[in-house]
Nanobody
Framework: QVQLVESGGGLVQAGGSLRLSCTVSSIGRISIASMEWYRQAPGKQRELVATLSRDGTTDYADSVKGRFTISRDNAKNTVDLQMNSLKPEDTGVYYC????????WGQGTQVTVSS
């Protein structure tokens, strides 16, 4: 019913920036309660990085607060994650998530930050 396709991952130096984008498509109209970005580092559990609720409220993990910004573009049907001042510990696979009738996941995109 819902498909999420991510783009924008890659390799950057510490202190650099990346912008991830997730295109949301569905069969028919759906009601979306929130959009999220998650990440998973090797050997670690998946963690919630950023949330954008239907009313525009945002929330961030303490580790990324002040550096990452989640936003949506209704014209493009995307949810984006602007990542600034990247650190090596930000390295991991980043996943887009959308909460509607259920939570839907993207395929993940690799982000690697060199030291």
């Amino acid at each position: 019913q819902v498909q999420l396709v991510e783009s924008g991952g890659g390799l950057v130096q510490a202190g650099g920036s990346l912008r991830l984008s997730c295109t949301v498509s569905s069969i028919g109209r759906i009601s979306i309660a929130s959009m999220e970005w998650y990440r998973q580092a090797p050997g670690k559990q998946r963690e919630l990085v950023a949330t954008l609720s239907r009313d525009g409220t945002t929330d961030y993990a303490d580790s990324v607060k002040g550096r990452f910004t989640i936003s949506r573009d209704n014209a493009k049907n995307t949810v984006d994650l602007q990542m600034n001042s990247l650190k090596p510990e930000d390295t991991g696979v980043y996943y887009c998530g959308v909460l509607g009738r259920a939570r839907y996941w993207g395929q993940g995109t690799q982000v690697t930050v060199s030291s």
